[in-house]
């Protein structure tokens, strides 16, 4: 547990390494294990402290729950700090319950259902994030009209065996498993016109329509220009990804970012530009991924190369002919009226 005087060691050195870096907006995501059993109480005073202390850094706040816990107090935190709160809800109510059960047993689809509503309802942006794993390969996809209902936009992070998922070999995904339930969803939403935020499939189609890199860290060349992660030890990595298995870390917030460190930043820069794999040197989609997330060490590539194949055929075919659509419905409304 992060205790109040290490939570502001780490903000006040964060807040320094974005005024070196000139990062005059900087973005904090408080993450877990479950961060709100950290007390309102110390993250007020924590944040009150940061705030009083960096006038000149224009700071937006992030929290990644499990979304059981919602109480009128943590409501009234999130609203007083303008904190978007990412509740992680694991695909349809079945496979959701099967993995995330309460501290006491029970299922949990119902109630993060509940909480959701309850957070929209105090006007704060929710958005969801969705760990898939094997277990959704082929569940029902009606669960996404739930979360368009709401207006509540979700991303879709794969687990592969890596870090702490290799203790749950049973739920990791296989080479193109990823891709092949992103391109059921893309099918799915556009039969049925749900009007839902997904990504990276937002991301990936912009890119792909627009001719550029997609947003996302996972695409993104200068990523590791763009990422810390701070642990409860106050270890400082990349990104958040390597602090699972507690790999290059590179600094503590007591001593700062090391010299090993910035070289260690510097190789992981390489590797995404000028040491970057041969295999995705000649790759027609280099220049979407840029090699990929470097933690990931290539294991995304197949299902990206396989989604992107899909797209750049069958999938912008199917996209067009939804937009004409969309256009034909819309300009009778506009005809009618």
Not at 46 to 59: I, P, T, V
């Amino acid at each position: 547990m992060l205790d109040s005087d290490e939570m502001s060691r780490a903000l006040s050195w964060f807040a320094s390494e974005a005024r070196m870096r000139r990062e005059y907006n900087p973005a904090i995501i408080f993450h877990g294990g479950e961060p709100l059993l950290i007390p309102v109480s110390q993250y007020r005073e924590c944040l009150d402290k940061l705030l009083a202390e960096n006038d000149g850094l224009n700071f937006t706040f992030q929290i990644q729950t499990n979304g059981t816990i919602i109480n009128d107090e943590i409501t009234a935190f999130l609203k007083d700090y303008d904190i978007q709160p990412g509740v992680s809800i694991d695909g349809s109510q079945g496979v959701h319950d099967s993995q995330r059960m309460t501290a006491d047993g029970k299922q949990s689809y119902s109630l993060i259902m509940k909480n959701i509503r309850r957070l929209k309802s105090e006007g704060l942006n929710v958005c969801g994030l969705m760990v898939l794993t094997r277990k959704s390969l082929n569940a029902g996809l009606e669960w996404l009209n739930d979360l368009a209902e709401l207006r509540v936009p979700l991303k879709i992070n794969p687990l592969y065996s890596a870090g702490e998922a290799i203790k749950h070999n049973e739920l990791s995904l296989m080479p193109g498993d990823y891709a092949d339930y992103l391109i059921r969803v893309y099918k799915y939403i556009l039969d049925n016109e749900i009007n839902i935020s997904l990504t990276p499939i937002e991301y990936i189609l912009q890119g792909i329509i627009n001719d550029f890199t997609p947003r996302g860290c996972v695409f993104s060349v200068t990523c590791h220009d763009s990422f810390v992660c701070i642990d409860y030890e106050g270890n400082i990595y990349p990104c958040g990804r390597f602090a699972d298995d507690k790999s290059d870390i590179i600094g503590n917030i007591h001593t700062g970012i090391t010299d090993q460190g910035r070289k260690t930043l510097e190789r992981l820069k390489a590797s995404r530009t000028s040491n970057i794999r041969s295999e995705c040197k000649n790759c027609r989609y280099v220049k979407f991924c840029n090699g990929g997330c470097t933690v990931m060490n290539g294991a995304m590539c197949k299902d990206f190369t396989k989604f992107l194949d899909y797209l750049y055929s069958e999938g912008l075919r199917k996209y067009c002919k939804y937009l004409t659509h969309r256009r034909a419905e819309i300009c009778s409304m506009i005809y009618s009226s």
